[in-house]
């Protein structure tokens, strides 16, 4: 068991955690919940041992221990990060990267074939050990870092927000994947914002609030009000009032997408938000890119009547589009810079930048502080604040909402049903349905790069 | 209580990378002053001014690389092409001022662009790319002066050479207005305009966001290829001017006389990143590395180290640098 006592993390002036009590058991599978910024992401270092506590007591069945990288994995501790790329060697062939290179003794690709192959049975794949980890999807991906983890014997597995990225169907999988693993004795530690997971597979839950415990037992006793509260300390009105659309199209296209060698029709009207849903894969970021000029070939859209052809971003964004793109860090955010320099990006003034990060409600100390300080919710905001500077007719929004909490979400959709008040016209795409339900005024769905229904919302 | 020490020591690396450079610069001063009474003259500083701008402007040009996230090791080749395209404008071919400043000009321009259409024509890694192209422009000069160095009465078929270095051109590397030379002049007006260019210009900022993130900046709508041709060309420009201040104050045209500033150039651009605690390149941070190596050669020569020993300093500063801006880059992450 690992415990953590009455523990304090600061860094610099700022608080993180404080005075806060944790412990997994072997066996358990332990949902950890709170909004960005509440400290999750410190305490899942502070039990990988990339973090060190500024006070308080750490102990491994027991024994009070101060962790390091290397020490926490002795203890078989292993982190499953958000970002599997990071943590993947992509060139390189399967079995390299499920058998942790400390286990190697001697290098006879043979025999380690016939290893990772039984390792990868027992996280349920079964895909040829010699080809490159860069040539499978994120599901895979995921479980062939469960694999290396079962192979430096873990006995403690971090999870950090596994879901949030995966189809419902990939989703299950992995959470049935987690309670066998858990039945066999592995003590696991479950960062999601969806309640149906936590309610089908935890056996506790711990709820951070600015980095205190605010709640901790099972999570099937909460009633979804009480979720809501111990997460933000306030409920939030489940409807919101929608923007009326003009009886004018502002933008309509007959765009090709290459991924899926499909052919794509859409219409919006001025003031309106036009939801695009759809699973992951379904074509919805390259719809978005098509319309943008990063789908490599030329595009021809009209935008208010006058047709314009568009094969670069520097077309599209001449023409009044703005794109917030699906993958933030690395498509949306210039991370060494300040925040006022992500903010300026586009229109190159700094007037009014404080104006706009407050009309997202973004939480920062000051706009020359580097944007990568800030928690995931706040950048993403960052982001969409590029293309507020300035006017801009069409927003492309690509999952606006992915991996941010319910307060930041809830100022999202704030943001953008305003924008469709003022006539501008909004593209906001989702995985999830009730989400589109709530902002969109109407809603087309995907799959594999075609249209799949229409309907009012 | 080890959490103590840990931040303690973060802070303190901190502050060395802020004002370390400037203290570096100082204390070098200081130990040149007291163990030779020729260092702190006026002679010897105007020729140290002399040899950092040539250093500077090479660095200025492989700071504009760096920005972009590229990287450009033909500046010293780049250099060493424009003293001879000078040379060889004067003295070969007799013609006046304006030629023989804008033909090694042109040339770095020509060297910019070929650096651009490998790199991001044909996407090769920056690195390797730009030291094939130092090569290829090596053997250009030599091919075309036949390994010869271009000098005032040389002797060519038939006689001397028709033209010579004029004293118009000489003025550049060698002329002073009123105590100062005019090349220190020289160098602040390209410095400080550069400076200016990238902090307050939009399109000198977008230089930083390529280089921060190029596809961020692609989905932004900056046309990353086009700011990434600019370093290029900016680079190959800087490095020319250095040349033609090389060559007016050597009055001859050597060949691969600039071979040697590269690694002077570089160690300066990485120094610069250290200058102000940022850990990425900066213009004012280069100067500042460029006066440090040039103090720091200067000192070593008066003291008799011979040259080729003093390339074991260069090599030492440069890992120096490199190291310190690898700490502040992990400190930020």
């Avoid at chain 1, 190697?104 to 895909?127: C, F, M, N, T, Y």
């Avoid at chain 1, 009000?225 to 929608?242: H, I, P, W, Y």
């Avoid at chain 1, 100022?411 to 305003?418: H, K, L, N, Q, S």
Wanted: aromatic share 8%.
């Amino acid at each position: 068991m690992i415990r953590l006592e009455r523990i304090t993390k600061q860094y610099g002036d700022v608080t993180v955690l404080d005075q806060l009590s944790f412990s997994l058991k072997p066996g358990d599978i332990h949902g950890l919940l709170g909004l960005n910024g509440a400290g999750k992401s410190t305490l899942i270092k502070l039990l990988n041992g990339t973090a060190e506590p500024t006070s308080g007591e750490l102990s491994i069945d027991g024994k009070s221990i101060r962790l390091t990288p290397a020490e926490a994995i002795r203890h078989g501790i292993i982190t499953v990060s958000q970002e599997v790329d990071d943590a993947l060697y992509l060139d390189l062939p399967v079995y390299e990267n499920v058998l942790p290179w400390q286990t190697v003794k001697r290098i006879r690709p043979q025999r380690l074939k016939e290893r990772a192959k039984r390792v990868l049975s027992r996280v349920g794949l079964e895909v040829d050990p010699t080809r490159p980890a860069g040539h499978f999807p994120l599901s895979v991906k995921q479980r062939l870092l469960i694999a290396r983890a079962l192979e430096s014997d873990a006995k403690y597995l971090l999870l950090d927000e596994p879901t949030a990225a995966l189809s419902e169907t990939d989703a299950d999988a992995l959470l049935e994947l987690l309670q066998k693993l858990a039945a066999e004795g592995v003590g696991i530690v479950l960062v999601t914002h969806r309640s149906n997971e936590l309610t089908r597979v935890t056996s506790t839950s711990t709820f951070l609030r600015d980095g205190r415990v605010v709640y901790d037992g099972p999570y099937q006793l909460l009633s979804s009000e009480a979720v809501q509260t111990f997460l933000s300390g306030t409920t939030f009105d489940a409807a919101l009032e929608k923007a009326v659309p003009e009886d004018k199209i502002c933008l309509s296209a007959q765009l090709t997408l290459p991924a899926f060698q499909s052919e794509i029709s859409i219409e919006a009207y001025r003031g309106e938000v036009l939801g695009i849903g759809g699973l992951t894969g379904s074509g919805k970021t390259e719809l978005m890119e098509a319309l943008f000029g990063l789908s490599g070939i030329r595009q021809s859209i009209t935008i208010d009547g006058k047709e314009h052809v568009i094969k670069e971003p520097t077309d599209a964004v001449r023409e009044g589009f703005a794109l917030v793109p699906e993958e933030r860090r690395r498509h949306g955010l210039f991370l060494d810079e300040t925040i006022e320099r992500n903010v300026i990006a586009v229109a190159g003034k700094a007037t009014r930048v404080s104006d706009v990060l407050a009309s997202l409600r973004v939480r920062y100390a000051n706009v020359k502080q580097p944007v990568r300080e800030l928690s995931g919710g706040n950048q993403q905001k960052v982001v969409f604040s590029k293309w507020l500077l300035e006017d801009r007719d069409i927003y492309l929004l690509d999952e606006p909402t992915k991996g941010i909490d319910i307060a930041a979400k809830q100022d999202v959709y704030e943001r953008v049903i305003a924008l469709a008040k003022q006539g501008k016209t909004v593209l906001f795409t989702s995985s999830e349905r009730h989400e589109l339900e709530r902002v969109a005024n109407r809603i087309l769905w995907l799959d594999r790069g075609q249209l799949a229904e229409k309907g009012g919302a | 209580m080890a959490q103590l020490v840990v931040k303690e020591r973060k802070r303190i690396s901190g502050h060395i990378g802020q004002y370390g450079t400037l203290l570096a610069i100082l204390g070098l001063i200081a130990v040149f002053t007291v163990t030779n009474d020729q260092f702190l003259t006026y002679a010897n500083f105007s020729d140290i001014i002399k040899s950092v701008s040539i250093v500077s402007l090479l660095a200025l040009g492989v700071t504009f690389s760096l920005i972009v996230g590229g990287f450009d090791l033909s500046v010293g080749s780049t250099a060493s092409l424009a003293t001879i395209g000078a040379a060889a404008s004067l003295v070969l071919h007799r013609q006046e001022l304006l030629v023989a400043l804008l033909i090694p000009l042109a040339l770095g321009i020509l060297v910019g662009l070929l650096n651009a259409l490998v790199t991001i024509k044909f996407r090769l890694p920056d690195l390797l790319a730009t030291l094939a192209i130092m090569y290829v422009i090596n053997g250009i000069q030599l091919t075309y002066t036949k390994g010869f160095s271009i000098y005032d009465n040389m002797p060519i078929e038939g006689g001397t050479a028709p033209g010579r270095f004029i004293p118009s051109f000489l003025f550049i590397g060698q002329g002073t207005i009123g105590p100062i030379p005019f090349v220190a002049l020289l160098m602040l007006v390209f410095f400080i305009g550069a400076h200016l260019f990238l902090t307050y210009t939009r399109t000198g900022r977008e230089f930083y966001y390529v280089g921060s993130n190029a596809e961020a900046a692609h989905r932004s709508g900056i046309a990353v290829n086009r700011i990434k041709l600019y370093a290029y060309v900016l680079s190959g420009l800087f490095a020319a001017i250095g040349g033609i201040i090389l060559a007016s104050r050597i009055g001859t045209g050597q060949v691969s006389a600039g071979a040697p500033l590269l690694m002077d150039a570089v160690a300066a651009a990485y120094i610069g990143y250290a200058v102000f605690g940022t850990g990425r390149p900066n213009v004012i941070g280069t100067l500042i590395g460029a006066i440090l190596i040039g103090i720091l050669l200067n000192g070593l020569t008066m003291w008799d180290v011979p040259y080729y020993a003093q390339d074991i300093v260069k090599g030492t500063i440069l890992i120096g640098a490199l190291g310190l801006s690898y700490i502040q880059k992990k400190q930020r992450t």
